[in-house]
């Protein structure tokens, strides 16, 4: 099974969740999570760890701040993942929404709120040393307009680091990837 892990005010029916769905079909799973980090993170425990019991092989495949809880989960749970446009350090992207009174989903524009309580917790599950490497692909494109790119590329340089110029934060084209992910996965 691979789980999809949206971003930041995202959700599982995104647009490139969906790219995912259409081509991995029953294979993967691209569930919304909760805004608050720690209950997104012991979601994602959970069923990683049903699956796990189960002897069923999980993948990982991350975005933005859900390529930070990816990283986090596959180096705890020694998984497979691919980055994309991965947050690193998020603690210091988004403490621009610390102080706004409701943050705007960029999905179905409903609202939450994100608190420096929300901020502070993402230090828990910071990676300080990848333990496996070769378990991680990085996709990154340079004009990402919201992360610096080269921030995730200094992390992740021991991994299978791609790095396109131009670009976006959502990682335009992400379906030339495709094929790759799955023979990564699946070989």
Do not use: C
Not at 107 to 136: A, G, M, W
Request: net charge negative; proline share 3%.
């Amino acid at each position: 099974m691979i789980i999809y892990i949206h971003g930041f005010a995202s959700s599982g029916f995104g647009s490139k969740p969906q790219k995912f769905k259409e081509y991995f079909e029953e294979e993967i799973i691209t569930i919304s999570l909760s805004t608050i980090p720690n209950l997104a993170i012991d979601t994602l425990e959970q069923i990683i760890e049903f699956s796990l019991n189960k002897e069923e092989p999980i993948y990982l495949v991350g975005s933005s701040l859900g390529g930070f809880y990816a990283l986090y989960l596959a180096n705890k749970y020694d998984l497979k993942a691919v980055l994309i446009n991965p947050a690193v350090n998020p603690w210091g992207t988004l403490h621009r929404y610390e102080g706004v009174e409701f943050v705007t989903n960029y999905y179905d524009n409903s609202r939450f709120e994100f608190t420096s309580n929300h901020i502070k917790s993402l230090k828990n599950y910071e990676v300080q040393f990848i333990k496996n490497p070769s378990n991680f692909i990085t996709l990154l494109q340079e004009e990402d307009e919201v992360l610096d790119f080269s921030e995730a590329a200094l992390k992740l340089e021991e991994t299978d680091l791609i790095i396109e110029e131009g670009g976006s934060h959502s990682f335009d084209g992400i379906e030339r990837y495709f094929r790759k992910i799955n023979s990564f996965f699946y070989n």
